[in-house]
């Protein structure tokens, strides 16, 4: 079974300064990695993902994230946020083959002018 | 874009009365699954759907939920005598193959009184 633990459960930070979303995770067997986020009073977006290759993964709207085996570790970053990235996020894991997506249990970012 | 699209956006029903949640995935994907999110909580893996059955499920979805793709288009989640605690957010979502991106839809809030 695979797990998922994200530390940080409220993330405060200014506009325009550098973010850092951590996930770690757990599991006996090879992973696909994702992050979603989930804007106020909506569904799940996909942000990235990480299924093999290039460690460094870009997605949407200026995030990106490495997978780090060795600290079995998928952090999310931003060199510079906006206010219209207030939501949470969630990172989640399946392994390969497997059906299910575990969640973490999310972080809620906010963005202070 | 194609997008899985879910009905209603909001249900209010009494403790007790029997609840259908609808999605429309997207049309080339194989693999459909309910997720549930309790208010401030994680999202968490209620059942997934494949060749019209269920091919996994977790131990949340006992004999009171039950789910059916009655039609091409449309896949349901029904609960038939609802409990205070069925209260939440129901997301469906799709997929083209295991393992792979999921694409939500943007939820059902359900609130049972």
């Known amino acids: 079974a695979q797990s998922v633990t994200q530390l940080d459960s409220q993330v405060p930070v200014f506009e325009e300064a550098p973010v850092e979303l951590r996930c770690n995770y757990s599991s006996s067997v090879s992973v696909y990695l994702f992050w979603y986020v989930q804007y106020p009073n909506q569904g799940l977006q996909l942000l990235l993902k990480?299924?093999?290759?290039?460690?460094l993964v870009k997605g949407i709207n200026g995030f990106e994230a490495e997978f780090n085996k060795s600290q079995t570790s998928f952090h999310l970053r931003k060199p510079s946020v906006h206010i219209s990235d207030t939501a949470e996020y969630f990172c989640a894991v399946t392994a390969f083959g497997n059906e299910k997506l575990t969640f973490g249990t999310g972080t809620r970012l906010t963005i202070i002018p | 874009e194609p997008e899985v699209t879910q009905t209603p956006s909001h249900q209010v029903t009494q403790m007790g009365q029997e609840v259908i949640l609808r999605c429309v995935p997207i049309s080339n994907h194989l693999y459909f699954y309910w997720y549930r999110q309790i208010l401030g909580q994680k999202v968490e893996f209620l059942v997934s759907?494949?060749?019209?059955?269920?091919?996994?499920k977790s131990e949340i979805f006992d004999d009171q939920f039950s789910v059916e793709r009655p039609d091409g288009s449309n896949f349901t989640l029904k609960i038939r005598s609802t409990k205070l605690e069925d209260s939440a957010m129901y997301f469906c979502?799709?997929?083209?193959?295991?393992?792979?991106?999921?694409?939500f839809g943007e939820g059902s809030r359900l609130t049972v009184l």
């Open positions: 979502a799709s997929t083209v193959q295991v393992g792979r991106e999921l694409f």
């Open positions: 759907f494949y060749n019209n059955e269920i091919s996994e």
């Open positions: 990480y299924l093999s290759g290039s460690t």
